[in-house]
């Protein structure tokens, strides 16, 4: 057994992103004072089609949205707690099918799918063959997601008990991450040969040097739907009821199948 686990983070909020600004901070301050805000929860492999989705939706009517990014079932745990914010985005839509008699989500949109696929050093220097039996190969380091954590987890805990191999690969771990976005540092940062991501994250700018993604079976990595839901307790409703029409809307979507949903 080569694992050591890392720590699963309580209410895993890793940043807070205000999007839109004045010319003059000054001004700037004043006129946030008087708007509304939107606050929306999103998993962070999907906070780069949402930031870009939020700018515009802050162009086109007088309010500013921050966007709280983490890992789904953190932000969940964080929204049922403080039940405060918007709207939220998690990873997999079984975090609705799951979380749906709380009570807390309610109008949802559908915006793309995810999908999980085996990512590994940029040129494939291990010359992994890509099979899911690779994750049990002691000469790799193999770095999954904890499924207590991340949406990513999740997935990769359904994948290998698919494949019957979960208790095996997990025993092959060198760790456990909480999220996709440390899946991709432990690559880049050479403690990973092999991980579980899912197959956007490969296809950012700012990972296209060190990543690449080779596909799983889709007997055993089915895509997930991603919804896009309301808050029930949200103070803004109205906004939160346009916000979803455009985010669902041709626009919206297009913008997230750029980013490779």
Not at 5 to 20: A, D, R, T
Not at 69 to 82: E, I
Not at 138 to 167: F, H, Q, R
Not at 238 to 257: N, W, Y
Request: with cysteine; aromatic share 8%.
């Amino acid at each position: 057994m080569k694992r050591r686990f890392l720590p699963v983070i309580g209410i895993f909020l890793l940043s807070i992103v205000l999007i839109g600004c004045g010319d003059k901070k000054e001004k700037s301050n004043t006129t946030d004072l008087k708007k509304k805000q939107l606050l929306i929860y999103c998993g962070i492999t999907m906070v780069k089609p949402m930031a870009k989705i939020a700018k515009e939706f802050e162009k086109r009517h007088n309010v500013a949205v921050k966007i709280i990014q983490g890992g789904s079932k953190d932000l969940y745990n964080s929204l049922k707690t403080s039940k405060r914010g918007d709207l939220y985005l998690p990873g997999s839509s079984s975090y609705r099918k799951n979380n749906l008699n709380d009570g807390f989500l309610g109008e949802y949109v559908f915006l793309g799918h995810n999908k999980a696929s085996i990512v590994v050093g940029k040129g494939n220097p291990k010359n992994i063959k890509g099979n899911l039996e690779d994750l049990l190969n002691p000469d790799l380091n193999v770095v999954l997601c904890n499924p207590e954590s991340g949406s990513i987890g999740k997935m990769t805990k359904k994948i290998l008990t698919k494949a019957k191999i979960y208790k095996q690969a997990t025993s092959n771990t060198k760790f456990l991450t909480t999220d996709s976005r440390n899946l991709t540092k432990a690559i880049r940062d050479g403690e990973a040969d092999i991980v579980i991501n899912w197959h956007a994250t490969t296809m950012w700018p700012e990972n296209q040097g060190f990543v690449q993604a080779i596909e799983i079976d889709e007997q055993y990595a089915k895509k997930k739907e991603l919804l896009l839901n309301g808050l029930t307790f949200s103070k803004n409703p109205i906004l939160v009821k346009e916000f979803l029409t455009f985010a669902g809307g041709e626009e919206g979507r297009t913008i997230f199948t750029e980013y490779g949903f």
